[in-house]
T-cell receptor
Framework: GAGVSQTPSNKVTEKGKYVELRCDPISGHTALYWYRQSLGQGPEFLIY????????DSGLPNDRFFAVRPEGSVSTLKIQRTERGDSAVYLCASSAGGLYNEQFFGPGTRLTVL | DAKTTQPPSMDCAEGRAANLPCNHSTISGNEYVYWYRQIHSQGPQYIIH???NNETNEMASLIITEDRKSSTLILPHATLRDTAVYYC????????????FGKGTKLTVNP
């Protein structure tokens, strides 16, 4: 079946602009996770949803970052007033929820802020 | 969640077993050990997890010491496609499901 998909695969923007990154989870998965990965580093947790609500948003670096999942399926990560330091690969994962269910990752969106 | 320590890199010959160690000396009784790997330019992939008993699946085996302070991921017959960064992660039962990735171990399988 279809895995986790993310769009766009690449996004180039200018400093100060607003961007939206989309994640389509595996059908039926109730949990959805956002991570970001800078070059040479492991993925860094941002936020995860259980259904429509954010269960843990402790990884969002500041109030320029916001994520929604209004219908409990597709999620959008929104970044306002982008900065060059926001350049990274943004990874989305989904799972059936719960500690014992593996997270399935998408291919990521590479964001470059010029 | 307990902190984990892994060697930064390891090499293995194709066809041989790859044994990747992880130290989690502060692990608590309700914390599980998870392993994920990340092949270059791909998202991470789940491998295996365990609490205290040894576990095996089609990808790997996980050996956890009796005191649970360390574990070893074993790839029994490594192939070139197993070249990746391997992450050992500890998750708490009843806690957040977020994965905290360290720097992992870069495993290179050589022909």
């Amino acid at each position: 079946g279809a895995g986790v998909s993310q769009t766009p695969s690449n996004k180039v923007t200018e400093k100060g602009k607003y961007v939206e990154l989309r994640c389509d989870p595996i059908s039926g998965h109730t949990a959805l996770y956002w991570y970001r990965q800078s070059l040479g580093q492991g993925p860094e947790f941002l936020i995860y949803f259980q259904g429509t609500g954010a269960a843990d948003d402790s990884g969002l670096p500041n109030d320029r970052f916001f994520a929604v999942r209004p219908e409990g399926s597709v999620s959008t990560l929104k970044i306002q007033r982008t900065e060059r330091g926001d350049s990274a690969v943004y990874l989305c994962a989904s799972s059936a929820g719960g500690l014992y269910n593996e997270q399935f990752f998408g291919p990521g969106t590479r964001l470059t802020v010029l | 969640d307990a902190k984990t320590t892994q060697p930064p890199s390891m090499d293995c010959a194709e066809g041989r077993a790859a044994n990747l160690p992880c130290n989690h000396s502060t692990i608590s009784g309700n914390e599980y050990v998870y392993w994920y790997r990340q092949i270059h330019s791909q998202g991470p992939q789940y491998i295996i997890h365990g609490l205290k008993n040894n576990e095996t699946n089609e990808m790997a085996s996980l050996i956890i010491t009796e005191d649970r302070k360390s574990s070893t991921l074993i790839l029994p017959h490594a192939t070139l496609r197993d070249t990746a960064v391997y992450y050992c992660i500890v998750l708490t039962e009843g806690g957040s499901e977020k994965l905290v990735f360290g720097k992992g171990t870069k495993l290179t399988v050589n022909p």
